[in-house]
């Protein structure tokens, strides 16, 4: 059974750092790619970020472009968001996901976390 398990949320400053992190057991993980999704309370969710299976390729919303970072360790099983220069409009639930190509749909996404929360104080 796949699971994918997030952590590294917490209450941060505006201007603060946090990093993220997701890791999945029960399959292959460098075989998907995996991507950074987040829902704020009363909107959708969207698109933060993905990376492919071997870490060459990334992919960023344009909100978080120059102030996040994903990347990935194989040999851990985990995928990571480096999140700096946080904006109280970060604020939200974050979800990691695992695909099969890097994009911003979510419909292309398999499997999913259950999200940590990401607070952002001004």
Request: glycine share 10%.
């Amino acid at each position: 059974q796949v699971q994918l398990v997030e952590s590294g949320g917490g209450l941060v400053q505006a201007g603060g750092s946090l990093r993220l992190s997701c890791a999945e057991s029960g399959r292959t993980f460098s075989s998907y790619a995996m991507g950074w999704f987040r829902q704020a309370p009363g909107k959708e969710r969207e698109f933060v970020a993905a990376i492919s299976w071997s870490g060459a390729s990334t992919y960023y919303a344009d909100s978080v472009k120059g102030r996040f970072t994903i990347n990935r360790d194989n040999a851990k099983n985990t995928v990571y968001l480096q999140m700096s220069s946080l904006k109280p409009e970060d604020t939200a639930v974050y979800y990691c996901a695992a695909g099969r190509a890097v994009t911003s749909r979510m419909s292309e996404y398999e499997d999913w976390g259950q999200g940590t929360q990401v607070t952002v104080s001004s």
